[in-house]
């Protein structure tokens, strides 16, 4: 059977547990430790839970920190969330989650200035710097946000991935996008 050059797998990764519940109101520890539990019992490989942010910024996350302490972890599952700066990063590393650096740009200076204190050539220099952080991992997910649709995160994205791809030998990217207003790259690196 021709595959037409298609990957022979797919990774499906979850990210209700993080990116739809910081854009909600409040939602109980132990619903969402329910529903994380649920979706590494159906058979997920990877659910991305929190988000190690600014807790003034995304009060929703404010207990990043105690729900990774208490996922009943699942084998064969990845538990993973993400940061956006070295402050989350520090904390991502002591949370006990899969980590999987991320590398994030905004292709909106007005959306980066409100999500990340910078514009995003400041952020994308930031994430130079991280980067850095994460020489000794194999894999990177590159991340472009756009605030209205109509911007063009061309500039910005290519920017990036020029980044990331002179620290790590990218095999291939794909694109990631979120509620139709971001698009992305992810990268694996090169064995």
């Known amino acids: 059977m021709a595959t037409y050059g298609l990957p022979d797998r797919v990774l499906i990764k979850e990210e209700g547990p993080r990116e739809g519940f910081q854009g909600e109101g409040h939602i109980a520890l132990e619903d969402r430790l329910l529903l994380i539990d649920a979706l590494g019992g159906a058979g997920l490989a990877s659910v991305d839970c929190v988000s190690f942010v600014d807790p003034k910024r995304v009060p929703q996350m404010a207990d990043a920190d105690e729900l990774a302490r208490r996922i009943v972890r699942r ?24 980590l999987q650096p991320n590398v994030v740009a905004s292709a909106s200076s007005a959306f980066s200035t409100e999500n990340n204190g910078c ?41 990036l991935l020029n980044t990331v791809q002179s620290r790590w ?15 992305g790259i992810r990268c694996l690196a090169s064995p």
């Open 75 to 98: 084998p064969r599952v990845r538990y993973t969330g993400i940061w956006l700066n070295g402050k989350g990063f520090d904390r991502a590393l002591a949370s006990g989650l899969d």
């Open 119 to 159: 514009t995003g050539s400041e952020l994308i220099q930031r994430q130079g710097a991280m980067i850095e952080r994460y020489r000794a991992a194999k894999r990177c997910r590159a991340r472009s946000t756009s605030a209205t649709p109509w911007e063009r995160p061309t500039r910005i994205m290519s920017a």
């Open 169 to 183: 030998p990218v095999r291939w990217p794909s694109v990631h996008g979120l509620r139709n207003r971001s698009s």
